[in-house]
T-cell receptor
Framework: AQSVAQPEDQVNVAEGNPLTVKCTYSVSGNPYLFWYVQYPNRGLQFLLKYITGDNLVKGSYGFEAEFNKSQTSFHLKKPSALVSDSALYFCAVRGYILTGGGNKLTFGTGTQLKVEL | ETGVTQSPTHLIKTRGQQVTLRCSSQSGHNTVSWYQQALGQGPQFIFQYYREEENGRGNFPPRFSGLQFPNYSSELNVNALELDDSALYLC?????????????FGEGSRLTVL
């Protein structure tokens, strides 16, 4: 079964500094990996995905993620953090629904990002 | 704004009661998935509906059931509510059973069971 792990419950960064939110994965076969963001009392918003190709994936709001097959990691990065980036970030992996033929996402436990002035 | 709307946004029920949550999918989307997000946890897959039929479910008991209507909107029903059912219930719509993996989430229905 596929899974993702987010080792940090919270990441604190000063505004203007680079940020990294970590994610490692465990899948059989090629991974389809995603990052979603959740603002307080809101649903999840898609940020970016890796399916195949370039190991550096660019997404919304200036975020990017680096896929590393040898380390089974998919870390989210941003060169210069903003206070408005403060939110809950989820890494996810796509898996098959065995009984139905469709796909589902398995999410990590989330990392709270706090960007301070 | 994703175009996915959920109702109600908040509700309080007591143990043993039943609840129905509703979701309108984004225009053009024929697949609806439901996820449960307990406090401090990531969303957990409940089940998926595709063209009005259940397309698979996660590790949830049968008292969690659903429907999808011809306009692709969906309902989640939970019978015999338990305290552990307290959570944010998220609906996500997509095209063609989420092949791309990019889901469009509503803002959720927060259920409190007392």
């Amino acid at each position: 079964a596929q899974s993702v792990a987010q080792p940090e419950d919270q990441v604190n960064v000063a505004e203007g500094n680079p940020l990294t939110v970590k994610c490692t994965y465990s899948v059989s076969g090629n991974p389809y990996l995603f990052w979603y963001v959740q603002y307080p009392n809101r649903g999840l918003q898609f940020l970016l995905k890796y399916i195949t190709g370039d190991n550096l994936v660019k997404g919304s709001y200036g975020f990017e993620a680096e896929f590393n097959k040898s380390q089974t990691s998919f870390h989210l990065k941003k060169p210069s953090a903003l206070v408005s980036d403060s939110a809950l970030y989820f890494c996810a992996v796509r898996g098959y629904i065995l009984t139905g033929g469709g796909n589902k996402l398995t999410f990590g436990t989330g990392t709270q990002l706090k960007v301070e002035l | 704004e994703t175009g996915v709307t959920q109702s109600p946004t908040h509700l309080i029920k007591t143990r043993g009661q039943q609840v129905t949550l509703r979701c309108s999918s984004q225009s053009g989307h024929n697949t609806v998935s439901w996820y449960q997000q307990a406090l401090g946890q990531g969303p957990q897959f409940i089940f998926q509906y595709y063209r009005e039929e259940e397309n698979g479910r996660g590790n949830f008991p049968p008292r969690f059931s659903g429907l999808q209507f011809p306009n692709y909107s969906s309902e989640l029903n939970v019978n015999a509510l338990e305290l552990d059912d307290s959570a944010l219930y998220l609906c996500a719509s997509s095209r063609d059973r989420e092949r791309s993996g990019e889901l469009f989430f509503g803002e959720g229905s927060r259920l409190t069971v007392l």
